[in-house]
């Protein structure tokens, strides 16, 4: 293990729960130290680390860091007046946060690293779910539950080459030296760290100055903010895919049908198990990572085709009278792509159910949100989720409902019983629901299909 880990065998995690925090916990199990942790609620994700062995507490209070601690990891979101953070001090115990203690981990590996407003997660499943397949083994850090490992967000390997979803929240991924880099898109986000957009590419042009000098960047050449930042990568070999004639890898031949969407990068044919022209983009970037890195193509090849998705990445938990998926789009653009997705795969009637995220990113983009949100029919509004935010006056969901066309059925529902009382209401046989967003919307999506399946004959 890397310098920081030496002599450790005591590891408390201070927010355990989160989906990076819980990756990096699994990972360190894996490799044999004594995890504990805490987080403000039990989960599913907290019950699986507490089955392999870590011991989480859910009061924060700072009394289960002892002078036994030997390390304490902490996420961004933790501030320096967390009880925890003030026990750590207090017992002079060495402290760090999770981007650090990530980039210690891989950076000593051949580092693949998936960057990007939007589609990280999806790509970094991708790319990994491909060289596992391959047999290369490598070690992985990924934003979401995986079911091909076993719904963990990591793996530990033993090939010495690491997969990463690279974070530009708090401006993480600058602690990763990276050999190869993959940038899927660059737009606003996270304006509660960073000013404006050109803030935004300036830390994309960071991440790529601090990665290894020979390193290649695969990026979408259809994203003009990605093109202007690779201005000052001019010592790097550059890989642009995308549906513009300008790029190296084109995609060319779309077709699209309910289960199956097929494209040419080039001369290679690739078919997917996923919908949407966003998939097509992270799938060819995926795919150029692994013919970079000696994969057999064959092999690439299925195991994109293979590649059943993410969860909570427009991903379906019922079909019968009416089909369910629930999204954790959160962004005007990720919202805009699942939407385009759902409607060209067929004729079907979409009810979103949409729990915008962050009282900030509401205030920032509910125009973008209400544009976005135009391809659906009807429109449930729930309250914003905060997540790590105060509430902001005058920042409420009705921001969004006040610019919908009123062509489209918009209704604004604060509770659960009230957003399932209309949605018995109005749903008819054949329609598509989607619950979407990145709070606990995904909670509400599965006691909702619950309640349809026990009105099943």
Not at 91 to 104: D, N
Not at 256 to 262: L, R, V, Y
Not at 424 to 442: H, P, Q, S, Y
Request: proline residues 2%; negative net charge; aromatic residues 8%.
């Amino acid at each position: 293990m890397p310098d920081m880990f030496e002599n450790i065998k005591n590891i408390y995690f201070s927010g355990i729960g989160g989906i990076g925090m819980s990756g990096l916990a699994n990972y360190l199990l894996e490799k044999g130290y004594n995890v504990s942790g805490s987080d403000a609620i039990q989960t599913a994700i907290t019950d699986s680390l507490t089955a392999k062995g870590a011991k989480i507490n859910y009061e924060q209070n700072g009394n289960s860091i002892t002078k036994e601690t030997d390390l304490i990891i902490y996420t961004a979101a933790v501030k320096k007046d967390n009880p925890e953070y003030s026990k750590g001090k207090e017992l002079g115990i060495k402290m760090v946060k999770r981007a650090a203690a990530l980039g210690e981990i891989v950076n000593k590996d051949k580092l693949l690293s998936v960057s990007g407003t939007h589609g990280k997660t999806t790509t970094t499943s991708m790319t990994a779910k491909i060289f596992i397949d391959a047999n290369a083994d490598p070690t992985v850090f990924v934003g979401g539950s995986l079911d091909f490992l076993k719904g963990a967000a990591s793996r530990a390997g033993n090939k010495n080459i690491s997969i990463v979803e690279a974070d530009e929240y708090d401006r993480s991924f600058h602690t990763l030296n990276s050999d190869v880099i993959i940038i899927t898109n660059i737009e606003e986000d996270h304006l509660d760290i960073y000013k404006d957009i050109e803030d935004i590419k300036e830390s994309f042009k960071k991440f790529i100055s601090v990665s290894k000098p020979d390193c290649t960047i695969i990026a979408c050449g259809d994203d003009e903010n990605i093109r202007e930042v690779l201005e000052v990568a001019k010592d790097k070999k550059k890989i642009l895919y995308g549906f513009g004639n300008g790029n190296d890898e084109k995609i060319t031949d779309v077709r699209s049908s309910e289960n199956k969407t097929s494209f040419n990068l080039n001369s290679e044919h690739i078919e997917l198990s996923a919908k949407g022209r966003h998939n097509i983009l992270n799938s060819s970037s995926a795919f150029i990572t692994a013919k970079l890195c000696g994969l057999d193509l064959n092999i690439t090849k299925n195991s994109l085709k293979e590649f059943k998705g993410v969860s909570r990445r427009l991903e379906l938990k019922y079909s019968n009278s009416v089909t369910v998926y629930d999204d954790y789009a959160h962004h005007p653009t990720e919202v805009r792509a699942t939407l385009e997705a759902i409607r060209s795969s067929g004729n079907s009637r979409i009810i979103t159910i949409f729990q915008p995220h962050l009282f900030s990113r509401t205030r920032d983009f509910y125009k973008d949100f209400a544009n976005a949100l135009s391809d659906t029919d009807i429109l449930i509004l729930g309250k914003i989720y905060p997540a790590r935010e105060k509430e902001i006056t005058g920042i409420t969901s009705k921001l969004i409902m006040q610019e919908m066309s009123k062509d489209i059925e918009t209704y604004y529902k604060e509770a659960k019983a009230e957003i399932f009382t209309e949605l018995n209401r109005i749903k008819k046989e054949g329609d598509v629901l989607i619950f979407m967003g990145a709070g606990n919307i995904t909670d509400q999506c599965k006691e909702y299909v619950e309640i349809l399946k026990s009105h099943e004959v």
